[in-house]
């Protein structure tokens, strides 16, 4: 059960009742920066799975605000819900897929990332042809693409069944929703990495600074759990651009996409793109041995 009291977020950030004290120390040392930066109304902020309507409104408003102070750039942050009947799902054509990463840079902008570190919630993977060791993938190539001999394989957050990055948060700052996608809400955060730490397909990243933005770049179109500007000392993640998918939308990565390998949809429809590509296709998921249960697949056209 969601403890409402926001002196449980004060005793964890300050002491660490389950946590050996030097390692909860390292774990929140980044937040001796971020923390005085947090207002009254933001640190008091109830969980977001208790806020009612009349309270997000005002959550909302608030950090409409406080973006239009900061930046001088006036957004509109929603707040989407899952849409009943709803259950997304991605796969990608590792056949068709040739590297060239305008999907990391899609999402890049999309989800207003910090521009100085060129942050993405996806990683484009240079593999090589018979295998399919990550650990071994080069994500840092420069050379031009596709190459001879390798295949790529982009990697974001599997917005998992069974999620070890939800087991592990200490205070529910994360979970997942009722459409299959796993969120954080950034307000209630306390920056500890333990999901980051948890998660094997390394989906999840760390604001070691407050992100920077030209204002000029800054996405207007944002929602509460998916691509507003977050703050320093909290976690985030891919979200299949919620704010998007939920209004009907596809996810910014696929619009990207020069070559048709990306596929998202409603598993749920027996109509729908992804649910052909389940159905027909030899899909196959990473890491199946740690039991995770990915909504995100791959294959290869035979």
């Known amino acids: 059960m969601i403890d409402e009291d926001p002196t449980r977020r004060l005793a964890l ?3 660490g009742a389950t ?3 030097a390692a909860f120390a390292r ?3 980044p937040l001796t920066e971020w923390q005085p930066t947090t207002s009254v109304d933001e640190f008091l902020q109830k969980h977001y799975k208790e806020l009612d309507a009349a309270e997000m409104k005002e959550v909302l408003a608030r950090l409409e605000q406080e973006t239009l102070d900061e930046t001088g750039v006036s957004v509109s942050i929603a707040d989407p819900r899952p849409l009943p009947g709803v259950r997304f799902a991605y796969a990608l054509n590792l056949s068709i897929c040739i590297g060239c990463r305008r999907c990391a840079e899609a999402c890049h902008k999309e989800n207003n990332h910090d521009r100085l570190s060129h942050n993405s919630y996806i990683r484009v993977l240079e593999m090589e042809k018979g295998s399919l060791d990550l650990e071994k993938g080069n994500a840092h190539y420069t050379h031009p693409v596709p190459r001879k001999d390798k295949f790529y394989m982009p990697v974001q957050c599997h917005q998992c069944d069974n999620a070890p990055c939800v087991k592990v948060c200490p205070i529910e700052a ?3 929703e009722a459409d299959g996608i796993v969120v954080v809400d950034y307000n209630w955060c306390i920056g500890c990495r333990y999901c980051e730490a948890a998660c094997p ?3 999840r990243r760390f604001n070691w600074q407050k992100p920077e933005v030209p204002a000029e770049e800054i ?3 944002q929602a509460y759990l998916s691509n507003r500007l977050r703050p320093q000392g909290v976690m985030e993640k891919c979200t299949f651009c919620l704010h998007r998918t939920r209004e009907g939308r596809f996810p910014a990565c696929l619009e990207a996409c020069p070559t048709g390998a990306r596929v998202f ?3 749920l429809d ?3 793109e992804i649910r052909w590509v389940l159905e027909n296709k030899r899909v196959f998921v990473l890491k199946e041995d740690v039991g995770t249960r990915p909504r995100f697949f791959y294959f290869f056209d035979e």
Request: no cysteine; glycine share 12%; charged share 15%.
């Open 219 to 221: 996405n207007p179109d």
């Open 174 to 176: 994360t979970w997942k």
């Open 270 to 272: 027996p109509k729908s």
């Open 201 to 203: 397909y390394h989906a």
């Open 19 to 21: 946590l050996g004290a």
């Open 27 to 29: 774990a929140l040392a």
């Open 13 to 15: 950030k300050a002491g």
């Open 265 to 267: 949809g409603n598993v």
